[in-house]
């Protein structure tokens, strides 16, 4: 492994100078931007993959209108020839339906051995499919999209703690049970903690901290 891991460090090294452009990218325009800052995307598309290959993620949906799509699919590519102790990283289409009806050709990135990904699946998936591929709680399943329609919901956030680039969003009720927000707060915890000890583990310098982001009472859009 250790070998291996010498093997990836030009990848690495390329990641790192993406990294940099976010850094750059966020004290250019203070964090505020117009349209999908491409660097800050790409970083946070390949630290996802990274989590899925090491086994901190069951799978990740890149926002890949935005990214540099050919280094991802170079990471991945790097990652799988390097370390073949592991189940490879990979592409599968669907097709999305959005909750409006509407349908368009997406791509998740799972092992290649994910049993939560049914790769005989016909028809759109849902976004009910698409939160338990990504590994959501099932009570968050539904409020998957739902950001997209203006909905002012609850939110689990987990930041890059180096360049403060999100890398992680679970939407959910606003109004769970005491029970459930304890339930799901632990496994937020614990799902932070294990991303860190994989970036230890692996010697690479990215960390990870979280959030809980609760829509203003009164406000209105």
Request: hydrophobic residues 40%.
């Given at each position: 492994?250790?070998?291996?891991l010498?093997?990836?460090?030009?990848?690495?090294?390329?990641?790192?100078?993406?990294?940099?452009?976010?850094?750059?990218e966020?004290?250019?325009?203070?964090?505020?931007?117009?349209?999908?800052?491409?660097?800050?995307?790409?970083?946070?598309?390949?630290?996802?993959?990274?989590?899925?290959?090491?086994?901190?993620?069951?799978?990740?949906?890149?926002?890949?209108?935005?990214?540099?799509?050919?280094?991802?699919?170079?990471?991945?590519?790097?990652?799988?020839?390097?370390?073949?102790?592991?189940?490879?990283?990979?592409?599968?289409?669907?097709?999305?339906?959005?909750?409006?009806?509407?349908?368009?050709?997406?791509?998740?990135?799972?092992?290649?051995?994910?049993?939560?990904?049914?790769?005989?699946?016909?028809?759109p998936w849902?976004?009910?499919?698409?939160?338990?591929?990504?590994?959501?709680?099932?009570?968050?399943?539904?409020?998957?999209?739902?950001?997209?329609?203006?909905?002012?919901?609850?939110?689990?956030?987990?930041?890059?703690?180096?360049?403060?680039?999100?890398?992680?969003?679970?939407?959910?009720?606003?109004?769970?049970?005491?029970?459930?927000?304890?339930e799901?707060?632990?496994?937020?915890?614990?799902?932070?903690?294990?991303?860190?000890?994989?970036?230890?583990?692996?010697?690479?310098?990215?960390?990870?901290?979280?959030?809980?982001?609760?829509?203003?009472?009164?406000?209105?859009?």
């Open positions: 492994m250790v070998d291996s010498q093997q990836l460090q030009p990848i690495f090294l390329r990641l790192k100078h993406f990294y940099d452009a976010a850094l750059a966020s004290s250019h325009h203070s964090g505020t931007f117009i349209g999908p800052p491409r660097a800050h995307c790409t970083v946070s598309a390949a630290l996802n993959i990274l989590l899925v290959f090491f086994g901190g993620r069951p799978a990740c949906l890149p926002a890949w209108h935005c990214c540099d799509i050919k280094f991802l699919a170079d990471l991945m590519k790097q990652l799988n020839s390097q370390i073949l102790t592991v189940d490879p990283v990979t592409n599968v289409k669907f097709q999305h339906r959005y909750p409006s009806g509407e349908t368009f050709d997406n791509y998740i990135i799972t092992r290649s051995k994910n049993p939560r990904i049914n790769r005989r699946k016909q028809g849902s976004d009910k499919t698409i939160g338990l591929a990504l590994g959501m709680h099932p009570k968050n399943v539904v409020e998957f999209s739902k950001a997209d329609d203006g909905s002012k919901l609850s939110a689990f956030i987990v930041v890059e703690y180096g360049s403060g680039i999100e890398v992680y969003v679970e939407r959910f009720s606003n109004s769970p049970s005491s029970e459930e927000m304890a799901f707060h632990s496994q937020c915890e614990e799902k932070v903690a294990s991303w860190n000890r994989i970036m230890g583990s692996f010697g690479l310098p990215y960390r990870f901290f979280s959030t809980f982001e609760f829509p203003i009472k009164g406000t209105v859009d």
